[in-house]
């Protein structure tokens, strides 16, 4: 049975009308990807992320050493914003952060069990169970990135915890680094460039603009070369140096940083609450629950 539940995500997933998206859960019995990539064949679906990036609260933040060569961010969870404008909460967020930078460790469940360069004497994990303790909320180190690098480290962060970058480059100045850092907030790209792409991601894609095409009526000995010509638009939407640079249109990242005798390394973009699925609560039928009592 195909649920109005499941037809409104597979609406906020893809943005496609109500009645497509039955239609499509229908004939795929309620398979949501098999039903999102029907949608993306027959040209209806307006978007092509995945959904799954549902809100959750906490702070991603960044730091960089002194001499600007390591650099961390992480992610830290909390269960509601309120804890995101907590100085405590953020103070302790910080201090991960360097944690990250001075230690080094290769895992959270690591960096966990690492002694505290904020509390002495005590593990991160310690740290943090005190933190749940003053707090009254649950929190949990999610995920971070740490670099080092030769050349720079640059960082940004957008929204006041909301987006964190992290970019490692070489050549360039820290001007560059900053406006890489905020295309990549912007633009939100995936990897850096084409053979960063893994090839089961492509083959996907092409496959699915094949089936577009064809469902334009196009011969299938001619939809291979128009498949050729959109994967440009798929690399420039996902890969780095492909983009738009979002300063200057006219120009791609890559002509920027060959222009200024750059290359970015790696980077990382960590979005607060991206991936979690956060629970839904209805206070209302909470509080009627708790007077029947």
């Given at each position: ?6 037809v409104k995500e ?5 943005g496609a009308?109500?009645?497509d ?8 019995d ?16 307006k978007?092509a ?5 549902v809100a ?12 600007g060569?390591?650099?961390?961010v992480?992610e830290?969870n909390?269960e509601t914003?309120?804890?995101a404008?907590?100085?405590?909460f953020r103070?302790?967020?910080?201090d991960?952060?360097?944690?990250v930078?001075?230690k ?9 069990e ?11 994990q ?23 690098t030769?050349g720079?480290?640059?960082k ?8 964190a970058?992290?970019v ?10 900053k ?15 084409r053979?960063?792409?893994?090839q089961?991601?492509?083959d ?17 000995e ?5 498949v050729?010509?959109r994967?440009g638009?798929?690399y420039?939407?996902?890969c780095l ?11 791609k990242v ?10 970015v ?7 607060k ?21």
């Amino acid at each position: 049975m195909i649920t109005a539940a499941l037809v409104k995500e597979l609406r906020e997933k893809t943005g496609a009308g109500m009645m497509d998206c039955k239609k499509v859960l229908t004939e795929t019995d309620g398979d949501l990807e098999k039903a999102s990539e029907l949608l993306r064949e027959r040209g209806i679906a307006k978007a092509a992320k995945k959904s799954g990036r549902v809100a959750a609260e906490g702070l991603v933040e960044c730091y960089v050493s002194e001499d600007g060569k390591v650099g961390s961010v992480v992610e830290v969870n909390a269960e509601t914003d309120f804890v995101a404008k907590n100085e405590e909460f953020r103070t302790f967020v910080a201090d991960v952060a360097k944690q990250v930078v001075e230690k080094a460790p290769k895992t959270v469940e690591e960096l966990l069990e690492q002694e505290s360069i904020a509390v002495p004497g005590k593990k991160v994990q310690e740290v943090l169970i005190d933190k749940i303790a003053t707090i009254g909320e649950n929190m949990s180190i999610r995920r971070f990135a740490r670099f080092e690098t030769e050349g720079l480290i640059e960082k940004y962060i957008h929204g006041d915890g909301k987006i964190a970058v992290l970019v490692n480059m070489i050549g360039g100045d820290k001007e560059l680094a900053k406006d890489i850092c905020m295309q990549i907030a912007a633009a939100r790209p995936e990897y850096l460039d084409r053979e960063s792409v893994p090839q089961e991601r492509v083959d996907k894609e092409m496959e699915i603009l094949k089936a577009q095409v064809m469902n334009e009526g196009k011969p299938a000995e001619i939809a291979e070369k128009i498949v050729k010509g959109r994967i440009g638009k798929f690399y420039g939407e996902i890969c780095l140096v492909e983009q738009d640079f979002v300063k200057d249109p006219n120009i791609k990242v890559s002509k920027l940083l060959a222009d200024k005798g750059a290359k970015v390394v790696e980077f990382a973009r960590f979005e607060k609450g991206e991936g979690i699925e956060k629970k839904e609560e209805n206070f209302a039928e909470e509080v009627m629950k708790q007077m029947n009592q």
